[in-house]
């Protein structure tokens, strides 16, 4: 059993799994110059070392609380540098959770000395537990929605933090109704076990934040190329897209005019480059780019929204006439990646957001065409999502 091995040992196995894992990420993130997405997972799993190092510590010294205070708020601290990392991604802010997560640690880190006193080695486990289980749930849906919601992968890591969130919320109801001494709490909530399921939930986040940071990568060398691409291509950069957006809807509210934002969103491109190379993630991405351009309405602006949408800003005479226009970019797009040889064939989502149901509010327009074509991923109707309501 578990709970049967040595606590030291299962301390150092755990600890040598976590600084490995975590290290190679830390080093990546220095030399890939990261993101600030990959920047903050790159803390989160910094503190995931620390953490192991603490319990470490605590588990060859008892009397060491210095090492259970520190190694408490270093685990909700790392569990929630991972969720910021996920609003990161996402592109939302992140002032009032940073607040949060400081707050969680420094309750744990007093709860731990004042519970010294009668709980011992346990002291500061029942706010830890709580505060994890409300940050690692918050990671965890932070996972399926926006840019992470449209990627497969992600949600591997929206599992791992489920996961997390779930286990210990028996473990904090366990500790609470039957106490650490408890056999059944030592043979399925005991140090021991959490050891091991930490060994497993990091290497899988490890994976898959690696994974998703290529991704991002790929679309930080596209943008160093912008000035050319906004030529050449047409398409703009998402912060030119924005300020276009902006100026468009201003206009047509004004005028009376209708417009329509057009999403266009890959899904499956993590999976590509995991199983076929980034050669053959970067030839979709081109691919799949120029069909966009072809097929763009006359007139129409577009631009980067996110690592893998495209949307478009057109004039909007129907619904209907907006729903054939998607349908002419979902068809360009589906063909285009269709042809490429020994590439799984990236699901293709179309989204519509129209300013007669939406408004002209601009971060509305886009951010309901970008649900909708998420919809369009997993719609058994159609790929092509027109919103109904202003909530997509």
Same mark, same amino acid.
């Given at each position: ?33 990261? #993101? ?18 603490? $319990? ?11 090492? &259970? ?6 685990? &909700? ?14 592109? /939302? ?6 607040? %949060? ?11 731990? %000395?004042?519970?010294?006193?009668? @709980? ?108 050319? #691409? ?9 912060? /030119? ?7 468009? !809807?201003? !206009? ?25 190379? #980034? ?18 309405? @006359? ?21 209907? !006439?907006?729903? /054939?226009?998607?349908?002419?970019? $979902? ?5 285009? @990646? ?21 408004? $002209? ?32």
């Amino acid at each position: 059993m578990l709970a049967e091995l040595d606590l030291v040992t299962s301390a150092v196995m755990t600890a040598l799994v976590v600084f490995v894992a975590g290290t190679v990420f830390l080093l990546e993130t220095v030399l890939r110059r990261d #993101e600030a997405a990959g920047r903050a997972w790159a803390l989160g799993f910094l503190g995931a070392i620390l953490t192991s190092l603490l $319990y470490l510590a605590w588990a060859a010294d008892p009397t060491a609380l210095w090492a &259970v205070v520190a190694g408490n708020s270093a685990f &909700v601290a790392g569990t929630g540098a991972m969720w910021i990392g996920c609003r990161l991604y996402n592109g /939302r802010r992140n002032g009032t959770a940073v607040g %949060v997560i400081a707050a969680l640690s420094a309750v744990t880190a007093v709860a731990t %000395v004042l519970e010294q006193p009668s @709980l011992d080695d346990w002291a500061g486990a029942a706010w830890t537990f709580a505060a994890l289980v409300f940050v690692a749930g918050a990671a965890g849906i932070e996972c399926f929605r926006g840019s992470l919601g449209g990627m497969r992968t992600a949600w591997v890591l929206g599992a791992v933090f489920g996961i997390e969130a779930v286990y210990f919320s028996f473990r904090l109801v366990a500790f609470l109704l039957l106490g650490p001494d408890d056999p059944f709490f030592q043979t399925w909530f005991g140090s021991v076990v959490v050891g091991m399921l930490t060994v497993l939930l990091m290497i899988v986040a490890v994976v898959v934040t690696s994974v998703l940071r290529a991704g991002r990568a790929e679309l930080r060398h596209q943008r160093a190329l912008a000035g050319a #691409e906004d030529v050449v291509t047409g398409i703009l950069t998402e912060k /030119r897209l924005r300020a276009a957006l902006d100026s468009l !809807t201003t !206009t047509a509210e004004a005028r009376g005019v209708a417009l329509a934002v057009i999403e266009v969103r890959l899904d499956d491109l993590a999976h590509i480059a995991t199983a076929f190379g #980034e050669d053959a993630r970067r030839e979709a991405i081109v691919v799949w780019r120029e069909a966009v351009r072809s097929h763009a309405p @006359l007139f129409s602006v577009m631009g980067e929204d996110g690592e893998d949408g495209i949307a478009l800003v057109t004039t909007a005479s129907s619904p209907s !006439t907006a729903r /054939r226009e998607a349908m002419t970019l $979902y068809r360009g797009s589906f063909d285009a @990646l269709g042809q490429l040889s020994g590439v799984g064939l990236p699901v293709v989502g179309v989204g519509v957001a129209l300013t007669e149901v939406v408004g $002209y509010e601009p971060e509305a327009l886009l951010r309901v065409a970008r649900t909708s074509a998420v919809s369009g991923f997993s719609s058994a109707d159609s790929a092509v999502v027109v919103a109904r309501t202003a909530d997509g």
